[in-house]
T-cell receptor
Framework: DAGITQSPRHKVTETGTPVTLRCHQT?????MYWYRQDPGHGLRLIHY???????DKGEVSDGYSVSRSKTEDFLLTLESATSSQTSVYFC????????????FGQGTRLTVV | DAKTTQPPSMDCAEGRAANLPCNHS???????VYWYRQIHSQGPQYIIH???NNETNEMASLIITEDRKSSTLILPHATLRDTAVYYC?????????FGEGTQLTVNP
């Protein structure tokens, strides 16, 4: 299995509080991604990174920010959590895109109450 | 990225081949077709990808039509553990855009 770890795996937080999710990889892959998945739906891309300090928005980036200060870590921050951000969050990594696959973490289940 | 269309659900008998179709009629020449699956609530798992030619690996075969407007993922001998949501994705860039996928249920 690819070395990708998400933390925490589960979190309950209150509306309006900041929350940071961490994705850590040991594969030295260039690309890192954050997705969210809501019940009965496919994954939607929040933000992604194509290198240290290089990030870009995905299709559902509002209310989220990211940072990547080193190759192995990609942080997702909810500045002020809302109930609509209750979801399962997946991190993914990939290297040379068309030549290799993306590897996904096990997910973080976030509940905003 | 080209839009992909998949049936929402399919059933297959254990031990038989599962053939999952995907339509990507607007695919461009440099877009690859990727297949991933998601078992229960785990992170998606890569299965196979291709550009023009048919591909086979230890998990599955990918058949892409000559005009590249559709493809079929084949699981040659489906087992109960193959029950999952299967996603077909067409992309040329560094991002994977997931649709709703096909829920494949393998029955005993």
């Amino acid at each position: 299995d690819a070395g990708i770890t998400q933390s925490p795996r589960h979190k309950v937080t209150e509306t309006g509080t900041p929350v940071t999710l961490r994705c850590h990889q040991t594969e030295n892959h260039r690309y890192m991604y954050w997705y969210r998945q809501d019940p009965g739906h496919g994954l939607r891309l929040i933000h992604y990174s194509y290198g240290v300090k290089d990030t870009d928005k995905g299709e559902v980036s509002d209310g989220y920010s990211v940072s990547r200060s080193k190759t192995e870590d990609f942080l997702l921050t909810l500045e002020s959590a809302t109930s609509s951000q209750t979801s399962v969050y997946f991190c993914a990594i990939s290297d040379v895109f068309s030549e290799t696959e993306a590897f996904f973490g096990q997910g973080t289940r976030l509940t905003v109450v | 990225d080209a839009k992909t269309t998949q049936p929402p659900s399919m059933d297959c008998a254990e031990g038989r081949a599962a053939n999952l179709p995907c339509n990507h009629s607007t695919i461009s020449g440099n877009e690859y077709v990727y297949w991933y699956r998601q078992i229960h609530s785990q992170g998606p798992q890569y299965i196979i990808h291709g550009l023009k030619n048919n591909e086979t690996n230890e998990m599955a075969s990918l058949i892409i039509t000559e005009d590249r407007k559709s493809s079929t993922l084949i699981l040659p001998h489906a087992t109960l553990r193959d029950t999952a949501v299967y996603y077909c994705i067409a992309t040329s860039g560094s991002r994977l855009t997931f649709g709703e996928g096909t829920q494949l249920t393998v029955n005993p």
